[in-house]
């Protein structure tokens, strides 16, 4: 039997995102209640830490053209339109 791991938003992931960002080389702080990553040539704003990890991720995925296809938007209000 294959062990299956879950991992759910809350509070004790935070001190784990934060230290993935530290480990990453970001400057990390907190302006006007928004967490801020900060590099040489990057910065990121967001809610918490680990949504803030989540946009450093994000843009290493995609780089800077990071903005949606028209599919990509059409498949999000899809399948976001389909919950209860």
């Known amino acids: 039997m294959v062990s299956m791991t879950t991992i759910a938003t809350a509070g004790n992931v935070m001190p784990g995102a934060l230290a993935c960002l530290k480990k990453q080389g970001f ?20 809610e918490d830490p680990l949504i803030l990890l989540g946009l450093v ?14 599919a990509e938007v059409d498949q999000f209000v899809a399948l976001d339109q389909s919950r209860p």
Do not use: K, N, Y
């Open 27 to 46: 400057a990390v702080s907190i302006i006007e209640g928004l967490w801020r990553a900060e590099s040489e040539s990057r910065i990121f704003l967001a």
């Open 57 to 70: 991720m994000f843009h290493d995925m995609r780089g800077d053209e990071w903005q949606p296809s028209d």
